[in-house]
């Protein structure tokens, strides 16, 4: 498998657990065992999934902007989901959760950083005369 096939895996990815935060929001939740957890909260960040996902997708020429999204929105996971293992009974699901997107921080990063050693200014590869890998 090459990185641009590892980050068209990671589109569809984006793409499957986005429909999820977004369709089914309440059941997350209670998997979790975050009760204050507000639906649109999670239809949001599903919503943010999916747009990722689709640039992934549709851009393939200019992935690594989009793939850079994916580990930044890890970030924002790992954060919501540290702050709720305080506060969540389930910890054991919680625990799960984390050491999922962690796993998916480590191959977004990865993927990233192999197409493009940072993340790109918007002008700054073609202005250069360089190509992503």
């Not at 980050?7 to 369709?23: F, Q």
């Not at 204050?36 to 599903?46: F, K, N, Q, W």
């Amino acid at each position: 498998m090459n990185i641009r096939q590892l980050a068209k895996g990671l589109g569809w990815l984006s793409i499957g657990v986005g429909l999820t935060e977004l369709m089914v929001p309440r059941a997350l939740a209670r998997f979790l065992g975050v009760k204050e957890a507000r639906p649109a909260l999670l239809r949001v960040s599903g919503l943010r999934e999916i747009a990722v996902g689709i640039g992934i997708l549709l851009s393939p020429a200019r992935v690594a902007p989009w793939v850079w999204a994916r580990v930044a929105g890890d970030v924002l996971d790992l954060v919501g989901l540290g702050r709720a293992l305080r506060h969540s009974p389930k910890k054991g699901s919680l625990g799960f959760a984390l050491s999922n997107v962690l796993a998916a921080t480590a191959v977004d990063a990865f993927c990233a950083r192999r197409l493009g050693s940072s993340p790109p200014e918007p002008h700054a590869r073609h202005s250069a005369g360089g190509a992503e890998a």
